[in-house]
Nanobody
Framework: QLQLVESGGGLVQPGGSLRLSCAAS????????IGWFRQAPGKEREGVAC??????STNYVDSVKGRFTIARELNMVYLEMNSLKPEDTAIYYC?????????????????WGQGTQVTVSS
């Protein structure tokens, strides 16, 4: 069974950092472009970062540029989140697609994790 599992979420104060992990079972993430998405209460899910499957080039939504970093290592993909703000509070999901392109749209993604909660609050 092909699965993605996120971990690393939690409660952090504004200005703090968290590192989210996305692990795959049943397949290799090496062959997939990976996106990180988030969904805040009462809002639609949005893409925040993605990494392409061949070049490992990355894209970020404007609201996280300079604060979030997506990277892959072995069969894991990480989202390093620094200078966290209350508006970053959301459930964070990783998703995988065989597409070469890196997308913030949900449609191309074939596999999704169950999500991990990130809460930024003092």
């Amino acid at each position: 069974q092909l699965q993605l599992v996120e971990s690393g979420g939690g409660l952090v104060q504004p200005g703090g950092s968290l590192r989210l992990s996305c692990a795959a079972s049943g397949f290799s993430l090496h062959y997939y472009s990976i996106g990180w998405f988030r969904q805040a209460p009462g809002k639609e899910r949005e893409g925040v970062a993605c990494i392409r499957r061949t070049t490992s080039s990355t894209n970020y939504v404007d609201s996280v540029k300079g604060r979030f970093t997506i990277a892959r290592e072995l069969n894991m993909v990480y989202l390093e989140m620094n200078s966290l703000k209350p508006e970053d509070t959301a459930i964070y999901y990783c998703a995988a697609t065989l597409n070469i392109a890196c997308s913030f749209y949900e449609g191309p993604y074939d596999y999704w994790g169950q999500g991990t909660q990130v809460t930024v609050s003092s």
